[in-house]
């Protein structure tokens, strides 16, 4: 009895290379369809893409472990995956033009309060997606917005046109402290000068 789970849980139905083999592959094939399919993917916008994202890990994972259940094909098959990710990272590290290719560029949706309906459009994304967009930043109209752009990993960069209250709390602050410095430094005693 104790063979017998033994070899269910161990036994590997299939060749080892064939398990390292399977997830660089599905890996591979993942980082193309999102380089290809874009940004949005990334940056979980919608119940739609969502929904995408958790299928895919499902889709692909007897791809990855094919008909093997064992305990030992699953460290094999997380192992690979592992590897390959620990691989391309870096290889992307050492070689900024290769980052470059595969995470593509960023692209500017917002402009001085104005959209760029083609780089929105480029990007699958409504206007409606996009004032969410800035409304989770904190504004309220795009006049207050002087640039939003949507990154290679599928996050929002949001830029004021002014500084916002925080940051203006934040000058005045420093400006208190740098009076308040000068006037302690002019209160302590000068010394003796013989």
Request: hydrophobic residues 45%; glycine residues 6%.
């Amino acid at each position: 009895m104790p063979h017998l789970i033994y070899s269910h849980m161990f036994q590997l139905p299939l060749p080892i290379l064939e398990k390292l083999l399977r997830p660089v592959i599905v890996y591979l094939v993942l980082v193309v369809l999102l380089r290809i399919f874009g940004k949005r993917e990334l940056a979980q916008l919608n119940p739609f893409d969502l929904v995408v994202l958790l299928s895919l890990s499902n889709t692909v994972q007897n791809a990855i472990i094919g008909d093997d259940n064992s305990v030992t094909g699953g460290v094999i098959g997380a192992f690979g995956l592992v590897a390959i990710n620990w691989l391309v990272v870096r290889t992307l590290y050492h070689s900024p033009r290769l980052t470059g290719m595969m995470e593509g560029r960023s692209t500017v949706l917002i402009r001085n309060g104005k959209i760029d309906q083609d780089a929105v459009k480029r990007e699958s994304l409504t206007n409606e997606e996009l004032m969410e967009v800035i409304h989770k930043q904190g504004f309220e109209r795009l006049s207050q917005v002087r640039q939003c752009v949507l990154e290679p990993n599928g996050t929002f960069f949001v830029e004021a046109v002014e500084p916002s209250a925080t940051e203006k709390q934040h000058a005045e602050l420093l400006a208190r402290l740098d009076a308040l410095t000068r006037e302690v430094a002019a209160l302590r005693p000068q010394p003796a000068t013989e």
